[in-house]
């Protein structure tokens, strides 16, 4: 039996930081339901983060290679999202007869770790996770080195007496300005990925929700071509390892604002994000 890779978590990340090591943090959008931007990015340094890098980057090449999938399938067949580890997880140990539909796309946690290894390979990377399912996808990549919860990150602000500083503009590295920024939210993906240019009404279905995913996939509609499937009511935001003490639908505004907030943002031509980065990464499986 192969042995499970593991994962550092906070010791190993509180380990780095005393030695100076050279670390990357990846944020997931859903970061807003809990923190403020840009502020957290300054955070982020202030811990001891050399670089900060959001997922929009791997979302935004995760979305163009679900649209050329869902453009190329002739035969339209169900295909359901992969980007939920947790709806992932669900599926190939309760309904392993849908594990063949699932696409086999790596998430955008993933690419984004691929495309940090490349463009910082002296750095270790470390992904501030919303749920413990996305902890338990990055033992199954050498891309990922230390995962932790979104509580665990506040945790550790608290710790260090690490504050928000205000009146200070940081930019996250590897910036992509882009409206995958909605991905937290429940059908983020499908919305992103322009699914809706490919299959025609109602042949695209978002659920939220395992329940209602379970009971989707028991009596599954004949219509639909693409599942977008989100373990969390709500999608990421609904994450247990992000703050409770806010609404789903505080969170939810907090990320629209965000979106609005990020869109008219003047960022440097020579800052974006540009796809020619991820040349030669992998993003299929």
């Known amino acids: 039996m192969k042995k499970e890779r593991v994962v550092g978590g906070v010791q190993e990340l509180e380990d780095a930081l005393k030695k100076k090591e050279k670390l990357v943090a990846m944020l997931a959008p859903c970061f807003v339901g809990q923190f403020d931007y840009p502020e957290i990015i300054t955070q982020l340094h202030d811990l001891g983060f050399d670089k900060v890098v959001e997922l929009t980057f791997g979302a935004k090449l995760v979305n163009h290679e679900?649209?050329?999938?869902?453009?190329?399938?002739?035969?339209?067949?169900l295909l359901i999202s992969s980007v939920c580890p947790g709806s992932v997880s669900t599926i190939k140990s309760q309904f392993p007869q849908f594990e063949k539909n699932l696409i086999r796309v790596y998430s955008p946690m993933i690419v984004t770790a691929k495309v940090c290894k490349k463009e910082y390979p002296k750095h270790k990377t470390v992904f501030m996770s919303p749920c413990?399912?996305?902890?338990?996808?990055?033992?199954?990549?050498?891309?990922?080195?230390?995962?932790?919860?979104?509580?665990?990150?506040?945790?550790?602000?608290?710790?260090?007496?690490?504050?928000?500083?205000?009146?200070?503009?940081?930019?996250?590295d590897l910036f992509m300005n882009e409206y995958t920024k909605i991905y937290p939210l429940a059908g983020g993906l499908a919305k992103t990925a322009h699914v809706k240019q490919i299959l025609k009404e109602g042949e695209s279905k978002s659920i939220d929700g395992i329940p209602n995913v379970i009971a989707f996939l028991k009596n599954p509609d004949k219509k639909v071509k693409f599942l977008d499937a989100n373990f969390c009511v709500g999608g990421c935001i609904g994450g247990p390892l992000l703050t409770q003490s806010r609404s789903l639908e505080e969170k939810k505004k907090r990320v629209l604002e965000y979106v609005q907030k990020a869109l008219h943002e003047s960022i440097p031509k020579g800052e974006m994000g540009v796809l020619k980065k991820a040349k030669g990464i992998k993003i299929s499986f």
């Open 132 to 172: 413990n399912f996305k902890k338990q996808e990055a033992a199954t990549t050498k891309d990922v080195d230390i995962a932790i919860g979104m509580n665990e990150l506040q945790i550790l602000f608290d710790k260090y007496k690490i504050i928000p500083r205000k009146g200070v503009r940081p930019k996250f």
């Open 66 to 77: 679900y649209h050329e999938i869902l453009k190329k399938d002739k035969e339209k067949h």
